[in-house]
């Protein structure tokens, strides 16, 4: 992206910090997830119920495509004017009692996020599931600062209990599957019943008891949210369990964080979002419970309440005119789901907090291409587009993918730093493929490749980075001469017929 | 077992029926082959299936001697300033009035003409390619649409003589899937050859695992996502499996070999190129009845 | 500077290229297509689909099926503005649930609302097609906390607020009321992806549509 700046305008682009980074190379992470066969299993079974009460609950509205073109209008729209709504929505949430915050990235978030916990003299906090407070790594804060935070989401407590990271935005234990969810609250779970069986009824049940004396006495919760809405200046927070409604309403003290990106510039594009998020989330026609509020109700749930606008990278994405798009995510997680390289590594071979192909995108655009091994993110796509039909908001993340690999090819051209194999290789096929004849010239050699394959007929060893497709999978011999060498020798146009059917005509064939 | 006897249809036109039943839909088209660098290179018999059936159907078709490639693998591999060059030679070939239609038998390159070459022109500011590109790609394309949208193929045994006594089974391609939204266009072709007995693919949407570089890049997680491809292809307890790009055929091909497996893999030109006379042909074996080769 | 001040600088800057606003095309559903009885039938059809207990009876009958659901209970929350008449069976029988009510100047405790075996609302609209009953802070829906920690909710809702699409809902609710949107009792997926009802909130919601 440009450098430009005018007066007074800061550099861009700002980059984000926190669990935002993939710390070591993508295909090697994988093939180490890979190697883990329950994972597979566990990850294979998700998936599949998952696609298939999507795809369910998708096609059972007449005007999905109505919708989903509605909440991409939407989004861009929130995008382009994005300082006008956050202002709008900051006078309106202030208006009604609530007191807003800015946090520039992770570590001013977490800073502030302490302080006004801080300010209620507590050292325990109840939290709802959050992707920007994961993002921005505030438990791991909170600790440092000796208070406490309690995550309430069942998966995010399994996570939690299991000093686990979550592998999924949406469902964060997805890579465990019952048993060992079961061995997890036996062994971590101060109070519990031996006798606890694998089924997720009584798992859910041992949750609710093992967090209910929390919610009852919890004074502060921190929570993420859903969706802004700027010209009311309300919050959501969409949910299943009711730990979000414990967490919204009992305590004293609310403080959300949550990314600039959020918005939606007015209450009627919520009914959009409330009929896209649920069914592409958990497949449902609508989830469980859904919370709003506006800044504070007297009388009515928590009366401190706060809300941390973070950018942390946001803007980055933003100032990247093919990326920006990215920051249209509504975390529903339908683009993991589908993912047939998710479905096979998990969310944990990504490193960030963002992982499946929107994470792909958004933590290298987030961070920059360069943020430790961000750069090898982008390529872990087939590009087959599972993730661009199911999304949503129409976020074209093959597209975006496509762009970031540029950007990391162009961000190590220099001319002090020796060639990759792969810059190699594409300069030849630059060579190559920009001319016919160079091709056809080429071309010629083709017996070679066939002598090389030897009786079997197949090619069974390349070497270099093309090692890789034969470590399982042949390549056959090729033709003796190329389809453009059988044209100029060979072809003669034959002559035209006109099947017809078994008639007396026969004999004139 | 049904025959077919072929008619000289030369002097047909638009519109008019002959004592045969067949009516094509258009006149005389001056076709031209984009064969895409894989198929030059590694499958001529699909290109040279693709030109059977059109001229078969009476058509003319030429072969821009200039054409190379449709410069995805740079573009996908993030290589755009490498893509340029050809993209260019690509755009240089095809840009004439030469032809009514160009055709290629892949929906992967055919889905990179139409949609990437604007774009590398756009981000390597060349606008006279942009422009230039977007006229190429608007008249570019997909084997199956152009049989199936252009020339009116509905019945490829009564229109094109296809016949292929095997049972096959179908991987449509992502680019083909997502990016050309072909729908069924090849497998109704395929399903109305003659004697062809398809049988379904479980999760025939899933990607084969190729996704060009990615399948080196990404080595481990490819073979894992062509391993499941496999395993759905041989269940089937198919002869082989057809589709539209042989991208993803040499690369389920590939696998299917390296595991001993006998199930082949076959360009959908090739077979609705086959007819009882001349058989299409598998790893360069003529393939029999019976799926003997 | 501010981090707000920094903040809005970066985003300005990250739209120099002024990206344009589009007309955002709504050719989505806004309005019903069903009829009153079909959209009763919906509901009721979604919300069983979601483990929900659903009893349609006529207005007049409100006390008498009121009674009948809490007749095991031994004391129940309702808010302060509920229709006196759907409680009258409750309070005239013997042995009826001890009846607490929530209002401004007498509000129950937390513990006092854990101790309680159900709660009683109305609700201010619900959406047939996606199964979900909105609760929007009025006098007879009573706070936020009143339907949450009792471990069961029992929702009388009246058949005219019943539209079909989520659109027709979001028209009637305002938006700065505190809101809970109610579609089922608590459940979770977040073992093998496999729906369980009952977890943090109330683990059962019977609804009685008052036709």
Redesign the interface.
Known sequence: MSN???L???S???YGHGNLNATEPFPQAAQRELGNAQLRA?LG??TH??RD?RLKVVAEL??WE??R??GS??K??T?????AL?EQFEANFTA?GGTI????DAQ?ANEIVTGLIRETGETEVVKVKSMATQEIGLNEYLEEQGIAAYE????EL?VQLDHDKPSHIL????H???SQ?REIFLREMPVVDPNLTDE??R???A??AH??KK??SAKVAVSGANFG?A????LTVVE????G??C???PETLITVMG?EKLLPK??????F??LL?RSS?G???????????GV?P???PQNVHLV?L?NGR??A??D?MG?TALNCIRCSACMNVCPVYERTGGHAYGSTYPGPIGAILSPLMTGIKSEENNSLPYASSLCGACYDACPVKINIPEILVHLRGKDVDSKRSKTRLPSQMDLMMKGAEWAFSSGSHLNLLEKGLPLGKLAAGRSKTIKKLPGIAAGWTQSRDIPAPPTQSFRQWWAKEHKPVAAVVPGSTTTEGDQA | MKSFIYVRRSNLGCGQSTSTGFCPTVGIMKIALFATCIVDAMYPRTAQATVKILERLGHEVVFPAGQACCGQMHVNSGYFKEAHAVVANHVEAFDTDDYDVAVAPSGSCVASVKHQHELVARRCGDAALEARAAAVGAKTYELSQLLTDVLGITNAAEQLGSHFPHKVTYHPSCHGMRLLRLQDRQLNLLASVGGIEMVELPEADQCCGFGGTFSMKNADVSSAMMDDKAANICGTGADLCSGGDASCLLHIGGGLSRQGSKVGTLHFAEILASTLEEPASVNGEVMLAGGKR | M???E?????????????????????????SSQMTAEQRLEQLVD?LVD?KANVFVTPAEGAAAQLAELLAGSTSIVVPHGLPESWLSAVKNDAGSPAVHVDA?DA?LT??EL?AVDAVVTAAAVA?S????IMLA?SEDQG???IS??PDRHVCILLAEQIVEV??E???RLE????????????????????R???????RTLDVIILT
Do not use: C
Not at chain 1, 79 to 83: F, K, R, S, T
Not at chain 1, 101 to 104: D, E, P, S, V
Not at chain 1, 152 to 155: G, H
């Open positions: 430009n700046t005018f007074g305008m800061p861009l682009p700002v566990n079974h998700a119920t998952i009460k007449p005007d109505d919708m073109d509605a209008a939407i861009d729209g995008m382009a004017n994005l300082p956050l009604r915050h800015w946090a520039r001013e309430t989401d069942l998966a399994i469902v964060p234990a997805i465990k599957n019952r969810v997720p009824a798992l859910a049940e949750a609710r967090l209910r919610f009852l809405l010209d009311t200046g309300t299943s369990e009711g730990n409604r414990m919204l309403t009992l600039i209450w009627e594009d919520l009914e959009v409330m009929q649920p958990t449902e026609r609508m989830n469980p419970y859904t919370s709003l509020w506006t109700t009388g009515d749930g606008l950018d803007t980055a933003l100032a005119e920006r | 501010s981090a707000r920094d903040i809005m600088n970066r985003i300005k800057s990250a739209l120099q290229d002024a990206p344009e606003t589009p007309v955002v095309p709504r050719a989505y559903r806004r979604r979601y401004p509000r937390t513990a854990d959406v097609e996606t199964g979900t802070g706070r936020r906390v949450l920690v989520l659109p809902a979001i028209a938006a700065t009321r505190p809101q809970t949107w109610i579609s089922g009792p608590s459940a979770t997926s977040d073992i093998e992806l496999e369980v009802e009952g977890v943090h909130g109330p």
